[in-house]
């Protein structure tokens, strides 16, 4: 194994082809259960997974890794990615794992792992597992061998520990709402959460088969929701995607807000309270230079960081920071999570709601975003395109051109084999010119 395991979040690719195989996940188990093993007391581990196919594979395979080394499994089954950082720190394990591609079709899958701090591993972690693999791992003694067994009261401490999370005293008496749970590991925890707090609940994307998560539907693709809740008269639209990391919402009249608005309004009403720590939002570099002006005007700091929620989660920690986030959607707030928590993040919007009085219309546009525009350019295996001349000096013009009124940024994707080209410009034509230009220099070398 030459190539490099570990990418922007964990364990990534498509269902048994490499490295998301059987054989790689039982390596990978070992190496993990190794890592973490200690040697004063019982060994742990909690697995989760979301609803594909591909999920009983690799659970199983991981289970057989970890227990060769002497760790005991706890398996969770399908739950949302942020519960099993909340109950991996519960539960006092030493490590957690959830089996999931997140918004990514079912024929893909990932694996993501947690410390017994409920928080994602470093690089440093990553790095020191996959270097056990390398050199492979000694098994336990016989009578050390470890033991699984199914954990059945997951999903009630996690939908328990969600409601916590929304203000004593209030209820979501009167509200309706349409919530998109992907076909994904939220089908059955998101539901409940709402309707436990006083919600009329209209359920879309409940219904997992092992083939149809995102498909068509969630965060990624919030048209339907967004029909649903004008034909429903809905008060509001809530869009999961399929490990419930991250949120989408929907507002009355059928208008989407991504994670920037969402995380301009929370900061805006956390700094008005003197609860935002450090005054600061931390956000990545693609969320949008109209959040970043917005926060500004309010005396509000804004830190960017590289595109994934565990390097906005390392800022946040390393600054003392509250809330981040990305504008796909993952809200992080470490007062109530270690990782992106859609459903918590939409209980903060609805808080805001019933506490103001105010429809989501008004809530969930904040700000006027910068003109912005992403293209996605697919590239084969072992080629270089942002390597070529002429693709940088197609950028090194593109940014000149827009100066101080506008940004670009051209990153390879860190789950799939994309090119991600992303530009905005107060001017919309300069925009399409840079954006266009760029676009055609990648895709010829592409």
Not at 93 to 106: E, L, Q, R, T
Not at 266 to 295: C, K, P
Request: glycine residues 12%.
């Amino acid at each position: 194994m030459s190539q490099k395991l570990f990418g922007t979040d964990g364990v990534r690719g498509r269902a048994n082809s490499w490295p998301m195989t059987a054989e790689i996940a039982l390596k990978l188990g070992a190496a993990a259960g190794r890592y973490f093993r200690r040697d004063t007391q019982e060994h742990r581990v909690v697995i989760g997974k979301d609803t594909r196919l591909s999920g009983y594979m690799i659970e199983n395979a991981l289970t057989a890794g970890f227990t060769s080394t002497g760790m005991n499994v706890f398996l969770l089954g399908p739950m949302p990615t942020p519960a099993i950082g909340y109950l991996t720190h519960g539960l006092r394990a030493d490590v957690g794992v959830m089996i999931s591609a997140s918004h990514n079709p079912a024929s893909d899958n990932g694996i993501k792992f947690f410390g017994p701090d409920g928080f994602k591993l470093s690089d440093e972690a990553e790095a020191g597992i996959e270097a056990l693999m390398m050199e492979g791992v000694q098994a336990a003694a016989p009578e050390n061998i470890g033991r699984a067994k199914r954990f059945d009261d997951a999903m009630g401490r996690y939908v328990e520990y969600a409601k916590t999370t929304f203000p004593s005293r209030r209820r979501l008496d009167g509200l309706r709402i349409v919530v998109d749970c992907a076909n994904g590991a939220a089908y059955k925890t998101a539901p409940a959460v709402l309707w436990e707090l006083g919600a009329e609940v209209i359920s879309m994307g409940v219904e997992p088969d092992g083939s149809n998560i995102n498909r068509n539907c969630g965060s990624t693709h919030p048209e339907a929701a967004a029909k649903k809740v004008i034909e429903t008269r809905a008060d509001i639209g809530i869009c999961l995607d399929g490990d419930a990391d991250r949120v989408v919402l929907i507002d009355e009249k059928g208008q989407i807000a991504d994670g920037d608005q969402i995380m301009g309004l929370i900061a805006g009403r956390w700094h008005q309270e003197g609860r935002l720590a450090g005054d600061a939002l931390v956000a990545t570099v693609m969320s949008n230079l109209g959040l970043e002006r917005y926060l500004n005007d309010r005396g509000i700091g804004m830190k960017r960081t590289a595109v994934g929620d565990r390097y906005v989660v390392e800022a946040m920690r390393a600054g003392g920071h509250s809330l981040g986030g990305e504008q796909s959607g993952h809200i992080v707030m470490t007062d109530y999570a270690t990782t992106g928590d859609g459903l918590i993040g939409a209980l903060q919007f609805l808080a805001c709601m019933v506490e103001t009085g105010q429809k989501a219309s008004t809530l969930a546009h904040v700000f006027d975003p910068v003109p912005q525009k992403l293209i996605n350019l697919r590239y084969e295996s072992g080629k270089t395109p942002l390597e070529a001349e002429a693709v940088k000096e197609a950028i090194a013009m593109g940014e000149k051109a827009l100066g101080r009124d506008g940004r670009l940024l051209i990153r390879k994707s860190g789950t799939e084999p994309l090119i991600r080209v992303m530009a905005e410009a107060v001017d919309p034509a300069m925009l399409d010119k840079v954006l266009n230009d760029v676009v055609a220099a990648v895709q010829k070398e592409c």
